[in-house]
């Protein structure tokens, strides 16, 4: 009983850590890519009319895998993992709407910004990537995994091979 409490365990965390790179693609290529035109409100706040978001549509493009894997995993003789892997997959959710759209952007002010070098670095990265309005030329997908220059204050960043990192 207690390996299969590890397993699944194991399974949730996985997936968890797994979903980082997932969110990191899917930004990068889906988002910045062929469906900019849900995520260009999000770079371009003054392109919102209320609320919400067209970005906000990624929101079911996450959950209807989650949604399914819920299902599957429960229904399904001998696919009982998938059920874990929906559990990875929302748990990673809740911690991205937390950080991203509550902690970063202020959407809720459920609470204010923190003060600690890893909750500096993820403003700074995800600052250093709103600072485009465009789909091209973006830098830093992730929102848990983040460079090390972002530990920095943005004047230690440097200039490497007439590239300047922002």
């Known amino acids: 009983m207690s390996m299969t409490i590890l397993i699944n365990t194991l399974i949730v965390l996985g997936t968890v ?16 890519g062929l469906l900019w035109n849900w995520h260009e409100d999000h770079h371009a706040p003054h392109l919102k009319d209320g609320f919400f978001e067209k970005n906000d549509r990624f929101f079911l493009v996450f959950a209807i895998p989650s949604a399914f894997c819920y299902m599957a995993g429960s229904f399904w003789e001998g696919w009982g993992f998938l059920l874990y892997i929906g559990i990875g997959i929302s748990i990673y959710g809740l911690i991205y709407f937390l950080i991203h759209d509550v902690y970063i952007h202020q959407r809720f002010k459920w609470f204010k910004h923190l003060d600690n070098k890893y909750s500096k670095a993820i403003l700074r990265a995800h600052g250093s990537h709103h600072a485009k309005q465009t789909k091209h030329d973006c830098e830093s997908f992730g929102l848990l995994i983040i460079n090390p220059k972002y530990f920095k204050k943005r004047s230690e960043w440097k200039v490497d091979n007439n590239k300047i990192y922002k």
């Open 17 to 32: 850590l797994a979903m980082e790179f997932v969110a990191w693609s899917a930004h990068k290529f889906l988002m910045h």
